[in-house]
């Protein structure tokens, strides 16, 4: 052929593709258990174009409190598993991973708790009414 090499496609290492699968099958799930709640909230105040801003100021409070409900319990999941590898492991790597886990949880519902008072803080400030959780 004149020189010239032929090249087989790339292949791709299973391993690689364990956490990304791992991760698209977590939110479909998560996207599947919390499909129904969502539905059953009524997050939009209004229907179609006749919608003011304390309807999107509304809109906006139970978004943010829709987002602090489905923290809770992922977190609470989240922490009960690194408490049971904790508890169950034997090998130094699985508590790190474990700590890994604990101080992972624990950041994100301090930034989750965190974005939630300064949203609510400044919903409050744009003049929004006692809606949703803790009537804040």
Not at 13 to 29: C, D, N, S
Not at 76 to 95: E, H, P, Q, R
Request: proline letters at 4%; glycine letters at 8%.
């Amino acid at each position: 052929m004149g020189g010239a090499e032929l090249r087989s496609a790339p292949q791709h290492h299973p391993t690689l593709l364990k956490p990304i699968m791992r991760k698209i099958t977590q939110f479909f799930v998560l996207t599947l258990l919390s499909a129904p709640l969502l539905a059953s909230a009524v997050l939009v105040p209004c229907n179609g174009l006749n919608c003011d801003f304390a309807q999107l100021v509304e809109l906006a409070s139970k978004l943010i409190d829709y987002a602090l409900v489905i923290t809770i319990p992922i977190s609470t999941c989240m922490f009960a598993y690194a408490g049971f590898l904790y508890i169950s492991s034997s090998t130094a790597g699985n508590i790190e991973k474990a700590h890994t886990i604990f101080r992972n949880v624990l950041l994100g519902l301090f930034f989750v708790l965190g974005a939630w008072l300064i949203v609510k803080t400044i919903l409050v400030g744009l003049g929004a009414e006692s809606y949703g959780l803790l009537n804040i």
